[in-house]
């Protein structure tokens, strides 16, 4: 697995961010039983950073905290075996790896939210960016039952690795 991360807000936190990510992926792919190696992009920014990108991608003038961008048009979620019929448009030629996608991640989010829900940093980071690759890997919450459904994994991922909302 490989994440590429840029922090465009040379935001600080008291965990090491490539490495959260990286167990992060490796947890939610797994329980996904994706059978590739995968690789994904993200981009750490401020509030009007991502409020740029969500204007100019969404045409939604506000900062929000995460904006996922799916690389795979999945038909059904996690359903991986969709990109054996077009590997050239799925897969990094040099490392072979499956191209998830890109995250943009607000720290200002990260860190108004972590505040606002008596959680930590780490937690609120992790819970982002778990949600995030549950998108990347086809997942949806437009109905209730596809909110709940992601939800329940989301937690399910991060109970797994320890970082519970009491953290």
């Known amino acids: 697995m ?3 991360v840029e922090n465009e807000a040379e935001a600080r936190f008291t965990f090491e961010i490539e490495e959260l990510v990286e167990e992060l992926m490796d947890s939610v792919l797994a ?3 994706c059978p590739y190696e995968a690789q994904v992009n993200l981009l750490i920014t401020d509030d009007e950073g991502i409020r740029e990108y969500n204007r100019e991608y969404r045409n939604i003038d506000k900062a929000t905290d995460v904006l996922s ?3 795979i048009d999945f038909d059904r979620e996690a359903d991986f075996s969709v990109v054996e ?5 799925y897969f990094e030629p040099e490392s072979g790896e499956l191209i998830l996608g890109d995250i943009i991640i607000s720290a200002d989010k990260v860190r108004s939210q972590a505040q606002e ?5 780490k937690r609120e980071f992790a819970f982002l960016v778990t949600h995030s690759l549950l998108h990347l890997c086809g997942y949806d919450h437009m109905e209730a039952s596809e909110a ?3 939800e329940r994994k989301q937690e399910a991922i991060l109970t797994e690795m320890g970082i519970t909302r009491d953290c």
Do not use: D, V
């Open 148 to 150: 709940q459904r992601m």
């Open 117 to 121: 829900f008596g959680h930590s940093e």
């Open 31 to 33: 329980s996904e039983n």
């Open 2 to 4: 490989t994440s590429y």
């Open 85 to 89: 019929e077009n590997e050239a448009a």
């Open 69 to 71: 961008f799916p690389m």
